[in-house]
């Protein structure tokens, strides 16, 4: 049997897994797999008819200049055809564009140009946020959150932002206000946010996870106590407009809500309980678990081992050109001193297999973003994977995008 799954994200290439004619595979699909791609006049449609918003265009009437924050690299959204949908409408000759990069990092012009595209990139400022410098304090929310936000954002009199919704581990759901924390938010701000509130990282060795927040992915979205707080912060930001998509496993936009950065994400989170939802089994020999739309961030689909026999075999495959992603909290930034205030080992949920397998053509002796243990077997060829998995018949679950895929 023969499985095609997507890789390499931003070469949106394909591979193929050939697995033995008696084996029994069944591959593991999400709700929204088959959705089509929504056409530039659906996703116009959306956001001339906003929710809980003036129109973008009434909004910048009166305006001189706009601010475009975007999500970065570790989230799927092709941010560029929406950008292009939103400068048409807004009609200001000044405008700037803000990565949301939190607390991953930087990027570079090749992953703005992948985000954005090769016009936007040439035409327009574009930034990364820096959580350490830049910042404008504006008070705390009603949970002590100190809210430090880009100065460049709040310079600006019209803010919009472009992201999607996907399962999130901590939030329940992406989107909304977590573009504005973490997303353009100060280092002590997410810290709070993810870790006085939430309750995650090293703070795990004295508290429990916030009960809301606790197995939150896909299942809670208003009531979870970051999202709360987060939206706090993105009302004292005064976010204008946001544009928020649900994506299928090949990154394209299927359904796209505007309007009210609370709101819109709120009927997104709705549709998307069910879009993300994946029907799944237990008991399995062998889970391959695609990490594709968030493949720089593999650990997220490490959640697809409940399906997993005790003492069976994981299969991740991961092929981020770029490798894991730099993350200042919850990172590791050395083998003696690990480094980020919040830091976050390899998943406990790993320990229910007996063999971890790293599929990947981009291998790592330290990623800087924890993804398996350190006696993980790492190989670069699928047929390296069959090896390690011998030739007797297994029953056997592939999950095509891990990374977005929900089992509740």
């Known amino acids: 049997m023969k499985v095609r799954i997507p890789s390499y994200i931003w070469q949106d290439k394909e591979i193929e897994l050939e697995f033995p004619e008696n084996w029994e595979v069944k591959v593991l699909r999400m709700n929204g797999d088959d959705c089509q791609a929504l056409s530039r006049e659906e996703m116009l449609k959306a956001i001339r008819n906003p929710i809980a918003s003036k129109s973008l265009q009434k909004l910048a009437e009166s305006k001189d200049s706009a601010v475009i924050i975007f999500d970065d690299l570790t989230r799927p959204t092709k941010v560029g055809e929406i950008a292009e949908l939103v400068l048409e409408e807004i009609k200001l000759k000044e405008v700037t564009f803000i990565c949301a990069n939190g607390a991953h990092g930087t990027f570079d012009r090749e992953d703005f140009v992948f985000k954005l595209g090769e016009r936007i990139v040439e035409n327009y400022p574009v930034f990364n946020h820096n959580p350490y410098q830049n910042l404008d304090y504006l008070g ?72 809301t927040c606790n197995m939150a992915y896909g299942r809670v979205n208003e009531e979870n106590i970051q999202r709360r707080d987060a939206e706090e912060a993105a009302r004292m930001a005064k976010l204008d407009f946001i544009i928020n998509v649900l994506i299928n496993t090949r990154r394209d936009s299927t359904h796209l809500f505007a309007g009210d950065v609370v709101e819109a994400q709120r009927k997104g989170a709705e549709l998307a309980r069910e879009h ?22 593999a650990t997220l689909a490490t959640w697809t081992t409940i399906c997993l026999k005790e003492g069976g075999t994981f299969v991740l495959v991961c092929n981020p050109k770029g490798g894991q992603v730099s993350h200042y909290v919850h990172g590791r930034w050395g083998m003696r001193k690990k480094g980020g205030t919040l830091y976050l080992s390899p998943p406990e949920m790993l320990n229910k297999a007996g063999k971890v397998i790293l599929f990947s053509e981009f291998h790592e002796k330290q990623p800087a973003f924890e993804v398996v243990h350190e006696n993980a077997v790492k190989v670069k060829t699928w047929e390296e994977v069959l090896e390690e998995l011998g030739r007797e018949k297994k029953r056997v679950a592939v999950f095509p995008d891990a990374t977005i895929q929900k089992p509740f």
């Open 276 to 297: 993300y939802s994946t029907p799944i089994e237990f008991d399995f020999d062998v889970v391959v678990a695609n990490a594709y739309s968030k493949a720089n961030e």
């Open 140 to 211: 705390e929310t009603s949970f002590g959150t100190p809210v430090e936000i880009n100065a460049e954002v709040m310079s600006y009199p019209l803010k919009i932002a472009i992201g999607s919704i996907l399962p999130h581990f901590q939030f329940g759901f992406g989107g909304g206000a977590k573009i504005i924390l973490p997303g353009v938010a100060g280092i002590r701000s997410i810290v709070y946010n993810h870790g006085i509130l939430g309750g995650w990282g090293t703070v795990q060795k004295f508290r429990d996870v916030h009960p």
